[in-house]
């Protein structure tokens, strides 16, 4: 089986790791913390980071630092992972839903104007599959309105939007490092900022609300959200080979283009002007002249020794928030359309030559 990602993990994380165990350095103490920290910051152009256990509660963290209140809105696309909308239920507040753009999957900028209301306190950039959100209408609503980007760069290490990277725009930035991403800690995330205060706000809710002064003494609630030092030095080692780790995947992405623009019957990822995706994961999307959806076609590709993953299923569709009364009678077209037909293809930077074409085979033969 072509595994849809592997980790590509080499010499350098196997000499940090095992600093670690011989130092003895294994928990959220020590110095590969601060330097993973500091080093994606930089990369990403930003002052601060904070590293914590996933991406996921890196969103929660970063809601949780915006002290929502009941009622306030958060604007982000129903065509997201399910921790975007959960980090905004649990820290108090109300998802609103934006359509994707039918070309790159990403939230669609000409819908948000229409969602913003007295309640607006924020705006959720999601970059999907490595191509990113066209951020500057983001922006200038986020000015215009005075709200918070919070930008969820998961999907999108290294990935820039006009020459700026991704992770770079707004009030904070998430990132998730699990297996399958750019750089991996194997479970780790973080939040990038450029306000000291917020930082500072984000490392106490991280660790509990621990008073620098008085041990054991506490004036709010937080959360144990650490990273560990031996999961940060796995991320010290693959930033060093992020140049690497980006042209492979740029490779993987241009070249499935090349192999597969011929067939008229699927859409494959586009790189808009202003972007430089980094093809985090090379999705397709059939049309309806194929007379199938996503999972038969998967179905035959397993069959054939090709693994994929289907596309997200949007947030309006989810049975945990139908329950919950959120989004009732909405409706995302594009978004119920990609989530059926879409799925993406073994994308993981150990991708030979040989198994890329063997995919591109399989897939020639399926839509024949
Ligand atoms: C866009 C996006 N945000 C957040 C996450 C959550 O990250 P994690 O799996 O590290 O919790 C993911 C996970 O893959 C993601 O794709």
Known sequence: ?????????????????????????????????????????????????????????????????LDLKPGDEVIMPTFTIISCAQAVVYAGGTPVLVDSDARTWCMDTTQLKNKITARTRAIMPVHIYGHPVDMHPVMDLSEKHGLAVIEDAAEAHGAEYRSRRCGSFGLMSCFSFYANKLV????????????GALAEKLRSLRNLCFLPGRRFYHEELGFNFRLTNLQAS?????????????????????????????????????????????????????????????????????????????FFLGMHEQPVFQRQGLFKGECYPVAERIARQGLYLPSGIGLTPEQLRTVCNGVNEVLE
């Open 1 to 65: 089986m072509i595994p849809v990602n592997e980790p590509h993990l080499g010499a350098r994380e196997l000499e940090f790791v095992s600093e670690c165990v011989r130092t003895g350095w294994v928990s959220s103490s020590g110095k590969f913390i601060t330097e993973f920290e500091n080093r994606w910051a930089q990369y990403c152009g930003r002052k601060h980071g904070v590293a914590v256990s996933n991406g996921t509660v890196a969103l929660q963290l970063a809601f949780e630092a």
């Open 184 to 195: 991996t800690t194997g479970e780790g995330g973080m939040v990038l900022t450029d306000d």
């Open 234 to 310: 796995l991320g010290v080692a693959q930033i060093e080979r992020m140049d690497e780790i980006i042209r492979k995947k740029r490779w993987i992405g241009e070249e499935y283009t090349h192999r597969l623009q011929h067939l008229k019957t699927i859409q494959l990822p586009v790189e808009e002007k202003w972007a430089r995706s980094v093809y985090w994961m090379y999705g397709i999307v059939l049309s309806p002249d194929t007379r199938m959806n996503a999972v038969e076609f998967a179905e035959k590709l397993k069959s054939r020794g090709i693994e994929t993953r289907p």
